[in-house]
């Protein structure tokens, strides 16, 4: 079953010579990106604090990276790499199409019930 | 996936899954069935958490003054703990995906290692999050509650290098509790279903008088203002707030009460983060589960570890939610 792995990331900028030599690599570059979210969560640049599409670059920054993770984990822990492109693509748009749906309808629910809290109808400050 | 095939006596089934479908065995295809369904169900938690801040997006409390505490040590380290949490659950997971590797290989001690190793990366990551619960009920500094639910917290103007710097002070720390009459009412001592909770050690008119008694102390509301810190108010405003608005002191957090800012923060927080620790934990019993079938040999004989490759499934899918809570309630 090990000539069966897929052992290329980053679209076959590393091939790994072996599945565990790959986990290993995944683990690394896991570590690296953890490593970037903390230091920019402790530090917090003045620099990304400006707004980007409505949030700040610096939230953009965070969630970028954790798809980056999610993908990485997916991909190499839970084997997807090697699945065949029908379970994989099962699995991966479902979630995506739903989730991407949900977030849009109820983020911009409650921005519309922050405005209407912010132009006073309710009053929140006593 | 030859050497993981499973041989049993549902083979050549359609609906036993003997043909494959997907090029998956049927244990697998159901266990992503169950992933894809559980990673829905936390999408819509943390969708929701996302609803109620976007609601409060002005007055949200900050991750990195709330969750500032690493065991054994004083002092003000935000984001350290959790980020080490977020390792533990990552390198748990490699081991998991070492383990299922040596499965494939039919290595039946090397299996054995490291799922052992998985099992106390989840029992240390399930223990860090106890810890990190009984850190945010406890509390820390205090708070005093409007009547409108807003939470006011104080502290004084610092010089640090030069420039003012707004440093929190514990409520204890400038309050003097009065002597009260008020007993707290317990069941023995009244009508048998009907009681109290334990009452705040320091009443709104405690709070006055010791700000009245410190000129340095002053208090901050929850608004985020333009360099998004929390807006600090002049010792005038501050006195006048508590005394017109004051409700209760509130320490610490639960489902009622949140000193550190709106309630919906603390109730997200023990749903979610809650959610997700009920989830490492039952992983970690899965866990040991099939450490004891692999010890038995039980794999050995059936002649495929394809079982701890559908644990390590579930257990690498655990590690994915956290990424994503690690993200929304500490990062962003």
């Not at chain 2, 030069?162 to 720390?173: T, W």
Request: hydrophobic share 50%; net charge neutral.
């Amino acid at each position: 079953m090990a000539e069966a792995h897929k052992l290329e990331i980053l679209r076959g900028l590393i091939k790994f010579k072996s599945n565990t030599s790959k986990i290993w690599g995944v683990l690394i570059l896991l570590t690296i990106i953890t490593l970037v979210e903390v230091v920019l969560g402790i530090y917090k640049p003045e620099a990304l604090k400006a707004k980007l599409l409505g949030m700040k670059a610096l939230n953009w920054i965070f969630i970028i990276l954790t798809i980056v993770k999610a993908y990485y984990i997916t991909w190499d822990f839970m084997h997807m790499r090697d699945e065949t492109a029908s379970l994989r693509r099962m699995v991966v748009w479902t979630a995506v199409f739903l989730i991407c749906y949900l977030v849009f309808i109820l983020l911009q629910e409650g921005g519309y019930i922050q405005r209407i809290y912010e132009s006073g109808f309710i009053k929140r400050d006593f | 996936m030859d050497t993981t095939a499973v041989s049993t006596d549902t083979e050549g089934k359609t609906w036993g899954g003997g043909n494959k479908p997907l090029g998956a065995s049927y244990g697998k295809l159901m266990m992503w069935f169950f992933i894809v369904s559980d990673a829905l169900t936390f999408s819509g938690f943390l969708v929701a958490y996302g609803f109620s801040r976007f609601k409060f997006i002005d007055s949200w409390p900050i991750a990195d003054e709330v969750f500032t505490h690493v065991p054994f040590f004083h002092g003000n380290y935000p984001m350290i703990y959790v980020a080490f949490m977020t390792f533990v659950l990552i390198m748990s997971s490699v081991t998991m995906v070492l383990a299922v590797d040596a499965g494939h290989h039919m290595k039946k001690n090397k299996v054995i290692w490291y799922m052992f190793l998985t099992i106390i990366g989840g029992a240390i990551f399930v223990g860090s999050q106890a810890w990190e619960w009984a850190t945010f009920i406890k509390g820390d500094y205090s708070a005093v509650q409007t009547n409108g639910g807003n939470i006011i917290q104080f502290g004084e103007y610092v010089d640090v290098d030069g420039e003012q710097k707004f440093k929190r002070v514990a409520v204890a720390d400038f309050t003097i509790a009065s002597a009260s009459e008020r007993i707290r009412h317990e069941s023995e001592n009244g009508i048998w279903y009907s009681d109290e909770k334990a009452l705040p050690e320091f009443t709104v008119d405690d709070v006055v008088k010791g700000l009245q008694a410190n000129s340095n102390i002053v208090a901050r509301t929850q608004i985020i203002n333009a360099e998004g810190e929390k807006t600090v108010m002049s010792r005038a405003e501050s006195i006048d707030m508590i005394k017109n608005n004051g409700k209760q002191v509130v320490s610490g957090a639960n489902l009622v009460i949140n000193e550190y800012g709106t309630n919906l923060f603390a109730d997200f927080f023990f749903f979610i983060t809650g959610f997700h620790g009920f989830h490492v934990f039952s992983g970690v019993v899965i866990n040991i589960i099939i450490f004891f079938n692999v010890i038995l040999g039980t794999y050995e004989r059936r002649g495929s570890y394809e079982m701890v490759e559908k644990v390590g499934l579930y257990w690498h899918f655990v590690d994915l939610v956290w990424v994503f809570v690690f993200t929304f309630f500490y990062l962003v």
